[in-house]
């Protein structure tokens, strides 16, 4: 049984990743907690409060989150009538990173999956969206964040960057593979040359990567050094019909590279695909 944590704040993009994703795992027994967070902060649905009532407006954003939930749990069963899949409702008050990862942890949650608004999620600073927050903060849980009201497509491509510094374990891939397994994808490895040749520990790192993907088609793939990483991943995404991104969040290496440098920053929202990002653990250094 798999047990997957989906973000709503009750917008079609919240909802089309969740469809999404039961899409994704439709042949897999799964437990679906969906996840409302609120604060002081978050905005009312309704604008409506009765004259002389007594209520707090933290009552009131309960009472709207538990309604929400309701409503969203009603729509994907009317949607997906899928006897493997269970649906639950979660409604909490608190910041969503902190209440995400005790989640996790108290459930025994897989998967995180959030939505997300395109351009407009980012807002003049990469680490001001609820999207980016996650990513920085919930730590022991691969994140699968999907664009905005995309349209399900089984993918056939998937994309691994890294950069071969960091040795690689089953339980890092784990969800890369897992989901290749599901969709018979094809895996390709990228890498960008900030090096004329391979040290001696990338080398060993990159056949102990290929030999993981095994029994996945997979191939390896370099490409040149621009001042702009993000265009570079775009440019191989694009030309190599890629339709998921995945990479291992690393404290030190790639993928801090991309999402510190301000233009890197924006690259998970400007693409139209899904993108996986796996927790490094314990391999974090």
């Known amino acids: 049984m798999k047990n997957i944590l989906v973000a709503t704040d009750f917008s079609?993009?919240?909802?089309?990743?969740?469809?999404?994703?039961?899409e994704l795992f439709k042949r897999r027994k799964c437990n679906f907690y969906l996840l409302n967070t609120y604060t002081e902060l978050t905005k009312l649905i309704s604008q409506k409060v009765g004259a002389g009532t007594r209520r707090s407006l933290i009552e009131q954003l309960s009472d709207e989150s538990a309604e929400g939930l309701n409503e969203v749990y009603h729509r994907i069963h009317l949607d997906q009538d899928n006897p493997l899949h269970q649906f639950k409702t979660l409604s909490r008050n608190g910041h969503f990173a902190e209440i995400a990862n005790e989640s996790i942890e108290h459930y025994?949650?897989?998967?995180?999956?959030?939505?997300?608004?395109?351009m407009a999620e980012v807002e003049n600073t990469f680490m001001g969206s609820v999207v980016s927050k996650a990513i920085d903060e919930v730590l022991e849980c691969p994140i699968l964040i999907v664009p905005k009201e995309i349209e399900f497509r089984i993918p056939g491509e998937v994309a691994f960057a890294t950069d071969y510094r960091h040795q690689y374990d089953a339980g890092l891939l784990n969800p890369m593979i897992e989901l290749a397994g599901i969709c018979d994808a094809s895996v390709r490895i990228v890498h960008i040359n900030e090096e004329e040749r391979l040290s001696r520990l990338q080398k060993t790192n990159l056949n102990t990567l290929k030999a993981y993907l095994a029994g996945i088609d997979h191939s390896v793939h370099w490409m040149p050094d621009f001042s702009d990483k993000s265009k570079v991943i775009q440019t191989f995404v694009e030309e190599l019909n890629i339709e998921l991104l995945a990479m291992i969040k690393y404290q030190h290496g790639l993928f801090y590279q991309l999402i510190r440098e301000p233009v890197l920053q924006k690259l998970i929202f400007s693409l139209d695909i899904p993108f996986l990002v796996m927790p490094a653990g314990n391999s974090g250094a």
């Not at 079609?12 to 039961?22: C, D, E, M, R």
């Not at 025994?108 to 395109?118: F, R, T």
Request: overall charge negative; aromatic content about 14%.
């Open 12 to 22: 079609n993009n919240a909802y089309n990743a969740l469809f999404f994703t039961t």
């Open 108 to 118: 025994e949650i897989d998967l995180l999956v959030m939505g997300h608004k395109g």
